[in-house]
């Protein structure tokens, strides 16, 4: 069955960085689109970023410039790599793929920006 697994959250001070990956398996990883979404307590689940099964990366306005999105196909991996991080960044961080008219999420894993 699709399994998304999330790690490398953690507690990291404000204009620190960390990076995300995201392990998936039970589906043709390179076929599909890949992304990050994130949710904060009390509030909706957000898209963080995309990348297209080619690779093409796109981000919320409020991540530009500050994260990247990669995938490895030969891993079956994504990754988020988180730059400059910001308070406001405090949040269940998820990876996510639709698989046709199904949509398939990881357990999640948190990120603490300390001020």
């Known amino acids: 069955q699709v399994q998304l697994v999330e790690s490398g959250g953690g507690l990291v001070q404000a204009g620190g960085s960390l990076k995300l990956s995201c392990a998936a398996s039970?589906?043709?990883?390179?076929?599909?689109?890949m992304g990050w979404y994130r949710q904060a307590p009390g509030k909706q689940r957000e898209l963080v970023a995309v990348i297209s099964s080619g690779g093409s990366p796109d981000y919320a306005d409020s991540v530009k410039g500050r994260f990247t999105i990669s995938r490895d196909n030969a891993k079956n991996t994504v990754n988020l790599q988180m730059n400059n991080l910001e308070p406001e960044d405090s949040a269940v961080y998820y990876c996510?793929?639709?698989?046709?008219?199904?949509?398939?999420w990881g357990q999640g894993t948190h990120v603490t920006v300390s001020s």
């Open positions: 039970g589906f043709i990883f390179r076929l599909y689109a």
């Open positions: 996510t793929t639709s698989l046709g008219v199904s949509n398939y």
